[in-house]
């Protein structure tokens, strides 16, 4: 008998030898398997491989049974109408919110507790909401459908409206509409029908007018600022951004309009764009514009020279986070410009290198991105922070980019050249701190008129004391290190390639942006905190005038109103300026001054908010979807822009 065992042949024989020597083959082959299986080792798994939790309702305290009394229970439909208004409703035979959107229990002091509760409140008003938007989608149909007899109009309204708010809800999420047919069963699990996507993107021209349309109704009769940029996409995108203070004294800040071109615009085209924005599209007098926020660009200052006909209040205003970030170029280092390259480079491209850099220092490599304020700087001030790792890593990982790794090796072997490096990383951090904290201080949306000038003088302060604690220490030890060569000397040499960015920021100040920041000096007359140490009289409100919307009307009524202003900040401590902001909210008996604060509060130290409009436009859109039309652009960005706070 032939017996056949993992491919070997076993012929039986009388004394079973062959089948002893196979068998004994066959156990060591087994133990070298299990040999090499308990060699095997498992890879560290990473942070998100963990388990996800799951929340329980599961009570750990073992539920009481209650007494067995017979009760009469009240139907679903009893409880409804029991508590009319609060939107419940029968559903496969329960009870239903339908304002929460659940299920709860039919028991009387269940529902009691959901009604009352502020989740079914705030629910209430979400939907109600959510009802009167549904019915101005209806009247925007009305509308289009009279204007442009669409093909399809003649579907039920409901449909066409509950197409209209999908549109409009993947727009506003940022989400291509075309995967809107991988969701199709889904979204027409209520019984509504959808259409192909390709249907659905007829929806964008009513979407885009609606927006515009509920736009004009905010910005009716008020006082608006202008801030407005331009980006390179498709040639060139222009954004414009309203600024403005509702009733309730809360700053505003919309996106009306992101218009592409085919090339980039000269001052003629950009002012007649901006013109026909504000004045026809949205019809805003020019008496309500009164400040226009813009970055340095000399097409936008030319523009602005040719609009101040038009708009005669107009103040303008260059960036000044712009500015800050500007005078990062006008330091020269060439030996940690050369570095910082080459290290950027390292990491922009390997994932590898930036795992072994957070598993050697503990922290992720910082990474540079040429439209982000700063994050040079956020490179050179992490390198500075862990520079005696920098050696060790470059000669563990010198395989990840040899040519890199050999050029910032050749530097650090370097005793000259490592020495410079050291001097001009510890000189970046000690000039470029305050330069940081002013520009992202100065980049929010609130109210910041009241705050800027304390921080523009921070940083010509930083300049001006001449104290660089990293140079001096850094300078120290070269110096003790060396022979020939001071501490004094160090630093000195190290100073004179960072004075060309101070004395470029200086100049600025005083010449190109010395009206706004007079401005802003001036407008801290309106925080109660240090005007009450002003010693404010008639005189010192003229310094108001140089704002241009302030008239001789205006300054009559402060002077009127100022005595009462003196008494109601008298031991007034209020540190921020939305404090302050909500202070003024609160003084009925000085019309004039809230009347002039809401107009300055509208002027802003820099062009942030239209920055973010192409941060949101990267984000929405990418490069395979170029073919997007404008009003689709347009809409997309306007509804991620603009949503609610």
């Avoid at 203070?245 to 919309?254: E, H, N």
């Avoid at 990062?328 to 410009?337: E, I, M, P, R």
């Avoid at 062009?607 to 490069?623: G, P, T």
Wanted: a neutral charge; glycine letters at 4%.
């Amino acid at each position: 008998m032939d017996v056949r065992y993992r491919g070997l042949d076993i012929s039986s024989s009388e004394d079973g030898s062959a089948v002893e020597q196979d068998a004994s083959r066959l156990s060591d082959s087994d133990t070298e398997l299990e040999a090499s299986a308990l060699a095997l080792e498992a890879p560290e798994s990473a942070a998100i491989a963990r388990s996800r939790l799951t929340p329980s309702n599961v009570s750990a305290i073992p539920q009481k049974r209650g007494d067995e009394r017979v009760l009469k229970k009240k139907s679903v439909l009893d409880r409804v109408s029991e508590f009319p208004g609060e939107m419940l409703e029968r559903r496969d035979g329960r009870l239903f919110c339908s304002a929460c959107r659940e299920w709860t229990r039919e028991k009387k002091s269940n529902v009691i507790a959901h009604v009352n509760s502020k989740k079914h409140a705030a629910a209430k008003q979400t939907r109600l909401k959510e009802k009167m938007k549904e019915q101005s989608m209806r009247q925007a149909l009305e509308r289009w459908d009279k204007e442009k007899r669409p093909v399809g109009e003649t579907l039920p309204l409901a449909v066409r409206a509950y197409r209209l708010n999908v549109v409009r809800t993947f727009m506003k999420e940022g989400i291509p509409l075309k995967k809107a047919d991988g969701l199709r069963d889904l979204l027409e699990k209520d019984g509504l029908r959808l259409t192909a996507s390709t249907h659905l993107r007829e929806f964008i021209p009513v979407i885009l007018s609606e927006e515009q349309d509920a736009l004009r109704k905010e910005i009716a009769d008020r006082d608006v600022a202008v801030i407005f940029d331009g980006t390179t996409r498709l040639g060139e995108a222009i954004a414009i951004v309203l600024r403005y203070v509702d009733d309730g004294w809360t700053i505003r800040q919309r996106l009306v309009r992101l218009q592409t071109v085919s090339k980039s615009v000269n001052s003629r085209q950009l002012a007649q764009v901006l013109n026909e924005c504000l004045s026809v599209c949205y019809g805003v007098h020019h008496k309500h514009i009164i400040a226009a926020m813009r970055d340095g660009a000399a097409v936008n200052g030319a523009a602005m020279r040719t609009l101040s006909v038009l708009f005669p209040n107009v103040m303008d205003v260059i960036c000044f986070s712009h500015t800050l970030n500007n005078t990062g170029s006008h330091f020269q280092f060439a030996t940690l410009d050369e570095f910082g390259r080459r290290w950027v480079s390292l990491f922009s491209h390997s994932v590898r290198a930036k795992l072994a850099w957070k598993s050697l220092t503990g922290s992720s490599i910082r990474s540079y991105c040429v439209t982000r304020w700063w994050s040079k700087f956020e490179v050179f001030n992490q390198l500075a922070t862990h520079f005696p790792d920098v050696q060790p890593f470059l000669e563990a990982n010198n395989d990840v980019s040899p040519i890199t790794s050999r050029q910032l090796l050749e530097v650090l072997h370097d005793d000259e050249d490592r020495a410079t490096l050291q001097l001009e990383l510890a000189a970046m951090v000690d000039y470029g701190k305050p330069l940081v904290t002013a520009t992202y201080a100065l980049e929010g949306d609130g109210p910041l008129v009241l705050d800027a000038y304390k921080h523009i003088q921070a940083t010509c302060s930083a300049f001006a004391q001449e104290q660089h604690p990293n140079l001096s220490a850094v300078a120290h030890d070269l110096a003790a290190g060396a022979s020939g060569v001071t501490e004094e000397e160090l630093v000195q040499e190290t100073i004179a390639k960072a004075k060309p960015a101070v004395t470029w920021f200086l100049r600025k100040l005083n010449i190109d942006l010395v009206t706004v920041v007079r401005a802003f000096k001036e407008a801290r007359i309106f925080n109660p905190s240090m005007a009450q140490f002003m010693a404010l009289t008639a005189r010192k409100l003229q310094g108001l005038e140089v704002f241009p919307f302030v008239n001789d009307d205006d300054l009559q009524g402060l002077v009127q109103e100022l005595l009462a202003y003196i008494a109601a900040i008298a031991d007034i401590h209020i540190e921020s300026a939305d404090e302050i902001v909500s202070w003024w909210s609160r003084q009925r008996d000085l019309p004039t001054w809230q009347r002039v604060l809401k107009k300055i509060l509208l002027v802003q130290p820099s062009s942030a908010a239209s920055e973010r409009v192409f941060s949101v436009l990267s984000s929405c859109f990418h490069d395979g979807q170029e073919s997007a039309l404008e009003d689709n652009v347009q809409a997309t960005v306007m509804l991620r822009y603009n949503r609610s706070e």
